[in-house]
Every structure is written in C-alpha cells, then in structure tokens.
C-alpha cells in the first residue's frame, strides 16, 4: 500500500506542477494532494503545523491567481472598466481552453478600457497589467509545485 500512495503521490505532484502553466489543472491542490497522499504513506511524517500552512498557502494562491490579472490592469493605470473587462475576459476565457486563459483577460481589459474611452496606448497597457499579473500567478505556482517536488524527493530519499 505504501509503494501505492508513493507512486500517486508523485503522479499528483507532476500533475500539480504542470497545472501551474496548464489553466484547465488545479494544480497546486493537486500537488497538495500529492503531499498528503505521501503524509499517509510510511516514507514521510509531516507534521500538523507543516500541513495546515502548506494548505493555508495554496488556498490564498489561488484566491490571487484569480485576482493578480485584476491587480495588473489596476496597476499599470487600468480604470473600473479594465479591471471589469479583465474578470469578463477570464470568465469567457475559461471556456476557451488555456489559450483563452491567458488571452482573455488581457483582450478583456483592453476592450472594456477602450469601451471607456481610452485611448489604444493607456488600453494597452492596462491589458499588458493583466498579463504581468498573470505572469506573476503563474510563477507563484511553478515555485509552490517546486517546494512540492522538494518536500517529495527529501521525504524518499533523504
């Protein structure tokens, strides 16, 4: 049974890190799973505290990959309708797969700037705000699934 979870466990933290550039996985749930699975084998003994913050962390990161491309446009000068066409962009780009991911919160916050009336310049820089915070998410997760891949390797084999 221990070979078992060692083995799910290492299938979910794969999956965990390649849902950190893949938007269709949840990825670093997944990776938490994974470390769980791992806990209840007899290669590894996290502790409470260890387990609680790792969740802890991983819930507050993907309430913010949800928000960071919202946080972008704000920040790079976006006005209510940037910000509004971004989160319009991201829910329509859900259905459009991982291109539609990334594309659709950039493409949503350019349009509701320029529905706003302004000028193709500022627009654009609001939408390249949302990819920044996109970016930003994105690199949150690889380094979470990073410490996930770690936290596996040290368990198995030191």
């Known amino acids: 049974m221990d070979i078992f979870l060692v083995i799910v466990s290492c299938v979910f933290i794969v ?8 938007p269709v996985l949840p990825g670093i749930p997944l990776g938490y ?7 209840f084998s007899n290669y590894a003994e996290f502790s409470t505290t260890f387990l609680l913050v790792w969740l802890i962390v991983v819930i507050v990161l993907q309430v913010l990959d949800y928000f960071l491309p919202i946080w ?16 319009i962009g991201l829910l329509f780009g859900f259905f459009m797969g991982p291109i539609g991911i990334v594309l659709g919160p950039f493409v949503g916050a350019v349009l509701g700037e320029l529905l706003n009336g302004a000028e193709t310049k500022n ?3 609001s939408g390249f705000g949302t990819f920044v915070g996109l970016l930003v ?10 410490m996930f891949i770690y936290y596996y390797v040290e368990a198995l084999f030191f």
């Open 123 to 125: 627009a654009l820089k």
């Open 15 to 22: 999956l965990g890190l390649l849902g950190a550039v893949l």
């Open 137 to 146: 998410g994105t690199i949150a997760k690889l380094i979470i699934g990073g």
């Open 72 to 87: 972008g446009a704000k920040k790079w000068g976006g006005s209510k309708w940037g910000m509004w066409g971004s989160t």
């Open 33 to 39: 799973v994974g470390l769980l699975l791992l806990h």
